[in-house]
């Protein structure tokens, strides 16, 4: 039970991370979105996945997952693996009209995203060097790079219009 409560908490940590990273990035306000549906912030704030915002220019549904028990080499191998099982996630709780988008990440290593090739293409012209392409299982191709590689990117580059 400790065991668990830990990782719950790891987990919380890495999504207020995530928050405060995008928060800065898009400029707009970001937060852990609340355990229950009845929160206050539903009328407000988009709540769908990990982390929600008001900002209605921000395309994504975000699941945000930092745990252990997996390698990168799992993506390639796979397709029972956890960043697959967390991509099926990300998927089933986005919002109508949102892109998923997956952070994940694991101790000692670099946080990666993954999102579709489509929503990748819609808004960026070409693959640099640094974008892993995948097939998820569903014959999906998606994108996977490193999150810091994504942060590089104009926010203006992603933003919805309204």
Sequence with gaps: MASRRRAKQKGNKF????????TKWWGSQFR?????GGSQLATEWRLAGDIATKDKTWPFG????????WI???LFTSDKCKPWKWWDQAVRQCLEG???LLVFKRNNFPVW??????????????FPDNVILLIDPCDVPV???LFDDFLKTEPSDWRRTT
């Design 15 to 22: 999504e207020l991370v995530v928050a405060k990273i995008l």
């Design 32 to 36: 852990r979105t609340p355990q229950s």
């Design 62 to 69: 975000v699941e945000a997952k930092n745990q252990e028990d």
């Design 72 to 74: 990168v080499a799992h």
């Design 98 to 100: 949102d892109e998923p």
């Design 113 to 126: 995203i993954m999102m579709t090739e489509d929503c990748y293409l819609s808004h960026l012209d070409e």
């Design 143 to 145: 994108v996977v790079m």
